[in-house]
């Protein structure tokens, strides 16, 4: 049976002043799979030691099934962890290699020599179990470790990247056995990588790290549908989605407009109300956020679409479609530091109170801006803009060059918008617009 694992504020300042975890908050229930994601050096390998054990927290605790993990010791965690170039003994066979929790415990040869078997067909290893390391692979050597861990059924599973020096056809493979390895223990699960595909394909439940804060957590889906800041939005998701910088008119009792450099894009006027809420934004500087999908190419626009020129700049073939690049005359936007804007502790679950709370800091983050003058039209557009380029997608076998002037359609129901800070402010702030 799994652990359940909560870290309450947890912060590392390591000696010489680097912050690399800061108050980080989130409940693991037992059982349960929990990916971490981010970049190189935002932390994940440091909070994941903190888990075990192998680093103490500068402020903030570790509790295991409830009680302080603090005074415990890595041994008495119950924790198997997994590297990515995890250490097998060179002398051992496989199956020695996987054995060696048991033995060492001193469990008898034949329940041994039984588990290791089970655990090396779940595993599709059996056949190689009397090899030695220098006679496997990288893939079938991380299947050995895969075992090594598994086979004493700890109460929880620490994994740092265990796949990531492998091809990608192999990690393809690899982390889906691992998923069903893991889930059959029912043991806490904690995945540690930088890689958005594997994160999304795993998860559960992702974490988002950047510098060591904690930027959201949720479903795949919720990471890429409803991400809380321009920093989710843009590490997660494949082609990535385009970030232009823009501004939103809205007049008094007429409809929104968000500027994109010398285009416009109109919102309908009978938004529901929660959306009606982004007029107190009124005059100010907005990122726009349109992923792939979110445009297409057409001339034709249904209710929910308005139109944008864009021109090819390139064309990138990827087989079952083709990318294109294209300038929109607008501005690309920079992804803005986002402070933590998530909190996973217990009493903050809520999702309405949540929604409220955003909502409400939103709003009154907007306030001080109320003395932008309402104009009834957006101002007149400065003339010359740095070209922005927008990737789009294209069916297999249609042709475009360089150069082709191609009419975009943007889907409004897919668009994003965050403020200056990086914060999502549309659509607003648990639900997609119903357009
Ligand atoms: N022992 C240490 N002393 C000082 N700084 C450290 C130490 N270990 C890590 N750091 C710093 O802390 C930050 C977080 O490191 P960590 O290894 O946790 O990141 P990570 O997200 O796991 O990175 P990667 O994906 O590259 O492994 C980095 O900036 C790193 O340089």
């Known amino acids: 049976m799994g652990s359940t694992i909560t870290l309450h504020q947890l912060s590392k300042t390591y000696p010489g002043g680097h912050r690399a975890v800061h108050d980080i908050s989130l409940h693991l229930d037992a059982g349960g799979f929990l990916v971490l994601l981010g970049p190189s050096g935002c932390g994940k390998s440091t909070l994941l030691r903190m888990i ?13 099934n409830g009680r302080p993990a603090g005074e415990l010791p890595p041994s008495e965690r119950d924790m198997a962890m997994v590297f990515q170039n995890f250490a097998l003994y060179p002398t051992m066979t496989a199956a020695q290699n996987i054995a060696f929790p048991l033995a060492s415990r001193g469990d008898d040869e034949h329940t041994t020599t039984q588990a290791v078997n089970t655990v090396a067909d779940r595993l599709g290893i059996r056949s190689l179990l009397t090899r030695t390391p220098a006679q496997l692979s990288g893939g079938e050597r991380q299947r050995v470790a895969m075992g090594r861990a598994v086979i004493r059924r700890p109460s929880v599973f620490l994994m740092d990247e265990p796949l990531s020096s492998l091809d990608a056809r192999l990690r393809v493979r690899l982390r889906t056995e691992i998923l069903s390895v893991v889930r059959h223990t029912g043991a806490t699960t904690i995945y540690v990588t930088h890689d958005q595909a594997e994160a999304m394909a795993l998860g559960d439940r992702i974490a988002v790290l950047r ?13 890429y549908g409803l991400p809380h800041n321009a920093f989710v939005a843009s590490f997660v998701g494949t082609p990535r989605i385009n970030l232009l910088d823009g501004t939103l008119y809205a007049p008094v009792g007429g409809a929104m407009t968000v500027s994109l450099g010398t285009q416009r894009l109109v919102l309908p006027q009978d938004m529901a109300h929660t959306h009606q809420l982004l007029r107190v934004l009124q005059g100010q500087q907005l990122l726009i956020g349109l992923r792939p999908e979110a445009l297409r190419i057409h001339s034709t626009p249904a209710p929910y679409e308005r139109p944008l020129d864009a021109t090819v700049t390139h064309v990138e073939y990827q087989g079952h479609e083709i990318l294109l690049h294209v300038t929109a005359d607008a501005r690309t936007a920079d992804v803005p ?10 009493a903050h679950r809520n999702p309405l109170t949540t929604a409220a709370r955003t909502l409400l800091g939103r709003v009154r983050g907007a306030l001080p801006h109320r003395h932008h003058p309402t104009p009834q039209s957006p101002p007149p557009l400065p003339g010359h803009y740095h070209v922005g380029e927008l990737l789009v997608r294209a069916r297999h076998g249609t042709t475009y060059r360089p150069g082709d002037r191609i009419p975009l359609l943007v889907d409004l129901r897919a668009l994003m918008l965050f403020d200056t800070s990086g914060h999502r402010v549309f659509p607003q702030p648990t639900h997609r617009p119903d357009l």
Do not use: C, K, M, N
């Not at 054990?53 to 509790?63: D, F, I, K, P, Y």
């Not at 904690?214 to 889906?221: A, C, E, S, V």
């Not at 986002?338 to 909190?343: K, Q, S």
């Open 337 to 346: 530091h986002t402070a933590r804007v998530h909190d996973d502790r217990p």
């Open 52 to 64: 075990a054990g192998l680093e103490t927290a500068t402020s903030g605790e570790v509790l295991l």
């Open 211 to 223: 510098d060591g804060l904690l930027q959201q957590i949720g479903t795949p889906d919720q990471l």
